[in-house]
């Protein structure tokens, strides 16, 4: 068996604790939670696998060289001092990024051009050819991490961020990022055994998300690509194999998954993207405007959306808002409800006491998951001020 080495899975704020847990609970070795990141061992199927399975990760990157850094000069040297020939040939192309908590440096392109160059250096004074930049598809992704003196360089093996899942062809004006959704149904509790509703739902990310949380179905089957099928090392078969095996993991879904959208154009995207999925059994969408529907049925119905926030919608918060908790409160007894607002303000006029609040950031807005708790009977009122 090939032997195990470092890696580390970017993720969101508030999300490092799932990841953990999805590693741990996909078979990764010594898992150590970071902030937005979690490193953990594995062998190059489990890299695969991670980058295939994973819900929360942005991105697996291998870090394949550290060492400390004092100036310009020092980083050039001790990046042009590294074996680039193990990874990559000096005809091929190459893509940088980096990330820096520094005093020693300002610009991260600067530190991104600076790495290139050494590369290319190295390249075209051993062999006289020299790799070429693309930006696009590259065949090798590197990302350079300094914190303070200590300097990092990774390969990316994931390429695209991992919330690029490949089945949204269609958006609306505010869409939500896939991991963040992913993230915020598990962080919800959800385990697939209730009905699920998003009843503002957009272009359909957190239904879809939801369905495969359900069916166990693992996030990037649909990717075109990841970064490491560019690797000299790649290997297909094993690839296959690896997704062979996560697919024999998938499991019935026995409940309803239902979205309404207010907008004809929502519906018609959420639509198109489920297809695009291929998950058209599990997921309904309807033409309906919230604030004028009932739950039906008596069964739990567990409820994940994201609301307007009106930093891109146009809204009179203080109406919508309190039509939310009007809602909930006359028609949606036995619901578990849960958003995700960066609004806080906006929150006081539910007119409703959250059961739960999680701190979290949806892009680089500040925001709170809430849950509110609607009774069945005489108990729907608890939550109310």
Known sequence: ME?????????????????????????????????????????????????????????????????????EQDLYNKLYAMSWENYMKSTGTLAVDATIHTELFTNSLYIAQKTKDAIVDKFRDTTGDRPNVDLKFPDLKINVHIDRQQCTISLDS??????????????????????????????????????????????????????????NIPPNLMRKEFAFERWQDWDVDLFEKIEESLLKKTRDFHYKITGYDKAPSAVAKAKENIKNANLEDFIEVKHEDFFKTQKGGENKLHMVFN???????????????????????????????????????????????????????????????VKFEMYAGSKKGKYMK
């Open 3 to 71: 032997d195990n080495f470092n890696m580390v899975a970017k993720t969101l704020f508030g999300f490092e604790d799932l990841l953990a847990n999805e590693l741990t609970q996909l078979g990764a070795q010594d898992v150590k939670k970071g902030i937005r990141s979690v490193s953990f061992m594995g062998d190059k199927g489990f890299m695969y696998k991670a980058n295939l399975a994973l819900r929360t990760a942005i991105k697996i990157l291998k870090p394949i060289e550290t060492f400390t850094v004092s100036n």
């Open 307 to 369: 609301p307007p926030y009106g930093e891109r919608l146009n809204i009179d918060l203080q109406d919508f808002y309190k039509n939310i908790g009007d809602t909930l409160k006359q028609s949606y007894p036995n619901t578990d409800a849960w958003f995700i607002t960066s609004n806080l303000e906006a929150l006081k006029f539910v007119g409703l006491r959250p059961s739960r609040k999680i701190h979290l950031f949806n892009a680089k807005l500040e925001a709170r998951l």
């Open 158 to 215: 994931s390429g695209e961020s991992l919330h690029k899942r490949g089945y949204k062809t269609a958006t609306n004006i505010a869409p939500i990022n896939e991991v963040l959704a992913a993230g915020l149904i598990m962080l919800s509790g959800w385990d697939g055994q209730t009905d699920f509703m998003d009843p503002m739902c957009g272009s359909g990310t957190m239904l879809i998300e939801a369905a495969m949380i359900a069916c």
